[in-house]
């Protein structure tokens, strides 16, 4: 079985999103902005009665699904996997500060070229090779009749949907970052795969009204 829709949402801002700060998996918290960021988007995604909801265990986006699970009365599910990039020894460090220490390998990160993360962390591809899965997981134990909610975090997102999509590496870099708050929506379509509703969206889906037809599940 799979879900009827899958919400992918990125966790609200924190103080070091604000300072362009590379956080990777410190665990930063939301700030009082993000804390708003958070209610906002739980009130209009409720509206979607969303019936299972998963999130990345680090507290930003903990905090984030659980304005979630406060409207819903949904057990919020933690997911190791879902986590953000791995960057090791960069964290705390502003993409200038990336830049002047590291300069090959922040163009590397700037060309869409593999890069490993600080000394011992991940590349993109590992971080997408754990997500995807998870999403699979996630989708694969609701039925066509549940909205599936996953909150997570920016970069792991969006590649880790691209995969998840069966997208080629080499398009990855198309398609953009997740602004704090937004999300994804993700819709069935043939032969068990799926389709992309809206990107780094932050209203509700609207109905697609034009020449283009859409695929059915």
């Known amino acids: 079985m799979t879900a009827g829709r899958l919400i992918v949402w990125r966790h609200g801002r924190t103080s070091w999103n604000l300072q362009d700060k590379i956080q990777g998996q410190a665990d930063i918290p939301l700030d009082e902005v993000g804390q708003a960021q958070a209610r906002a988007a739980a009130a209009r995604l409720a509206s979607l009665a969303p019936t299972r909801l998963f999130s990345s265990d680090l507290q930003r986006a903990a905090s984030t699904a659980a ?29 200038a500060e990336l830049a002047d220490l590291h300069p090959e390998a922040a163009a590397r990160i700037r060309a869409g070229e593999p890069q490993r993360r600080g000394t011992a962390g991940e590349t993109v591809e590992e971080v997408a090779a754990r997500f995807a899965p998870a999403l699979t997981r996630a989708v694969d134990q609701a039925t066509a009749s549940d909205t599936v909610v996953v909150a997570t975090h920016g970069l792991a997102a969006r590649v880790g949907i691209c995969l998840f999509l069966g997208i080629p590496q080499a398009h990855w870099p198309a398609f953009g970052g997740l602004s704090n708050c937004n999300w994804v929506s993700l819709l069935p379509s043939r032969h068990n795969r799926w389709r992309i509703e809206e990107w780094n969206a932050g209203s509700l889906p609207e109905p697609v009204m034009s020449d283009d037809p859409q695929p059915h599940p």
Do not use: N, P
């Open 67 to 95: 304005e979630l699970a406060a409207l819903t009365g949904l057990t919020v599910e933690y997911d190791k996997a879902l986590r953000e990039i791995d960057v090791d020894d960069w964290a705390g460090l502003t993409m």
